[in-house]
């Protein structure tokens, strides 16, 4: 089945700064690759996300990129700021037809003031 | 967006009892849910998938015994923890896709948690 890798697990940036998360999947047949934002004791909220046949989609200050060809994709946040701080998963489309997203291991972002 | 909506929110049960969590789609209709678990600080672990008036389909792992999933209606399905113990402590996260081609089409939306403590 899919396998879903995250790096880093945290990140602390400065205000103002960029920020890049990546993730790397295994099933070929993936196709949908959404990002998502969860607060502490919050649930999950979609941030971004990308399907296979696009290489690049851009919202305001996020964007996500796409290689298929090397099965990883990466979110990029510009111009950061301090309630940008949570925690952000990617995941994976599973099994085709089956509608079920696998999740990375998430990365820890702190913005600093 | 859409509303999925999970109760109840937190639960605290005695050890060897069995504890139910809902989870409702509000204002689309969901023929498959996902459960996942989340372990503090730790990634949402899918758990099964709920399928509207079937058998759910568990992850390799997951004892269908021990976590029994409902699905009887199109907005409804159920996670109920039979004979829990503190290892099932756990924060229990319900999803639904909208899949009817609906104004939200394809995106996965999370109901709010239930945090289960075992005692």
């Known amino acids: 089945g899919e396998n879903v890798e995250q790096h880093p697990s945290t990140l602390s940036v400065q205000e103002g700064d960029s920020a890049v998360i990546k993730c790397t999947y295994s099933d070929s047949a993936s196709n949908y690759f959404p990002w998502y934002k969860q607060e502490l004791g919050k649930r999950p909220q979609l941030i971004i996300d990308i399907r296979s046949n696009v290489g690049e989609k851009k919202d305001q200050r996020i964007a996500v990129t796409l290689n298929k060809t090397a099965k990883h994709f990466s979110l990029h946040i510009t111009e950061t700021q301090p309630e940008d701080s949570a925690v952000y998963f990617c995941a994976a489309s599973g099994e085709l037809g089956s509608y079920k997203l696998i999740f990375g291991s998430g990365t820890r972002l702190l913005v600093r003031p | ?119």
């Open chain 2, 1 to 119: 967006g859409a509303v999925v909506s999970q109760h109840p929110s937190r639960v605290i049960c005695k050890s060897g009892t069995s504890v139910k969590i809902e989870c409702r789609s509000l204002d689309f209709q969901a023929t498959t849910m996902f459960w996942y678990r989340q372990f503090p600080k730790q990634s949402l672990m899918l758990m099964a998938t709920s399928n509207e008036g079937s058998k759910a389909t568990y992850e390799q792992g997951v004892e269908k015994d021990k976590f029994l999933i409902n699905h009887a209606s199109l907005t409804l399905s159920t996670l109920t923890v039979t004979s829990a113990h503190p290892e099932d402590s756990s924060f229990y996260i319900c999803s639904a896709r909208d899949l009817g081609g609906g104004r939200f089409t394809g995106e996965l939306f999370f109901g709010e948690g239930s945090r289960l403590t075992v005692l």
